[in-house]
C-alpha cells in the first residue's frame, strides 16, 4: 500500500525565518514520483515539483529547496527567508509507476506572520 | 480550454436529493481524477480514467457514487441520495502523461444541508 505522512499539521514562522515541511512516504513500488503541491486560500492547487523515484539529485527553485533522500523515505521542502504570500496549505504527493493516481497527505498549514 | 474547468463551483442540495458534478479538462489530456476534499482534511482519491481503460474506481465511498467521461473528454460525478457528510470540496485534475504533471480544476463546493 501507498501512504503519505506530513507529521506536522499547523507551522507558524515569522516573516524571514526559513521553515521546512516533512513528507515521509512509503510505497512498494521500486519507480514512483513525488510532488509538492502549495494550496493558497483561495483553494487552488498549484503545482510546485515533481520528483522520480531515480533522481535523488537536491533541487532549489529560488526560495524553495527540495530534499529526497530514498534512505529515509523523505521527501522535505524548505522555504528559505519565508514571506506572507507563502502562507498556504501544502501538501506532499505519491504516485506510482503503474498509475498516476495521486496519494496526497494530510497537509501542513504554513502561517508566516509579518 | 486553458485550463481544467468544473462547474457548478459551489452547489448546496437538500439531503437526499441527488447532484452532478461536471468536469472539463484540458483538451487532450488522456488521465482525469477526481479527488474529495473534506473541510480542514487532505484529499481523498475518489476515481481516475486513462484513456478507454476500465477506470479505477478503487476510492468511491458508497455505491451512492458514480462517474462518468463522455467520449474521453467530459467526466460527471453524480452523488445519489446525498448525506451531510458528503459535504466537500470536488476536486477534478487531468493529466497528458500521467506523472508529468497534474492540473487541477478550481473545485465545485458541495454543501448537503
Known amino acids: 500500500a501507498q501512504k503519505v505522512t506530513q507529521a506536522q499539521t499547523e507551522i507558524s514562522v515569522v516573516e524571514k525565518e526559513d521553515v521546512t515541511l516533512d513528507c515521509v512516504y512509503e510505497?512498494?513500488?521500486?519507480?514512483?514520483?513525488l510532488f509538492w503541491y502549495k494550496q493558497p486560500p483561495s483553494g487552488e492547487l498549484v503545482f510546485l515539483i515533481r520528483r522520480n523515484s531515480f533522481d535523488e539529485q537536491n533541487e532549489i527553485s529560488g526560495r524553495y529547496s527540495w530534499n529526497f533522500q530514498k534512505s529515509t523515505s523523505s521527501f522535505n521542502f524548505t522555504i528559505t527567508a519565508s514571506q506572507v504570500v507563502d502562507s498556504a496549505v501544502y501538501f506532499c504527493?505519491?504516485?506510482?509507476?503503474?498509475?498516476?493516481?495521486?496519494?496526497f497527505g494530510q497537509g501542513t498549514t504554513l502561517q508566516v506572520k509579518p | 480550454g486553458a485550463g481544467v474547468s468544473q462547474s457548478p463551483s459551489n452547489k448546496v442540495t437538500e439531503k437526499g436529493k441527488d447532484v452532478e458534478l461536471r468536469c472539463d479538462p484540458i483538451s487532450g489530456h488522456t488521465a482525469l481524477y477526481w479527488y474529495r476534499q473534506s473541510l480542514g482534511q487532505g484529499l481523498e482519491f475518489l476515481i481516475y480514467f486513462q484513456g478507454n481503460s476500465a477506470p479505477d474506481k478503487s476510492g468511491l465511498p458508497s455505491d451512492r457514487f458514480s462517474a462518468e467521461r463522455t467520449g474521453g473528454s467530459v467526466s460527471t460525478l453524480t452523488i445519489q441520495r446525498t448525506q451531510q457528510e458528503d459535504s466537500a470540496v470536488y476536486l477534478c485534475?487531468?493529466?497528458?502523461?500521467?506523472?508529468?504533471?497534474?492540473?487541477f480544476g478550481s473545485g465545485t463546493r458541495l454543501t448537503v444541508v
Open positions: 485534475a487531468s493529466s497528458s502523461r500521467g506523472h508529468y504533471g497534474y492540473t
Open positions: 504527493a505519491l504516485s506510482g509507476a503503474r498509475t498516476g493516481k495521486l496519494i
Open positions: 510505497t512498494r513500488d521500486t519507480t514512483y514520483y
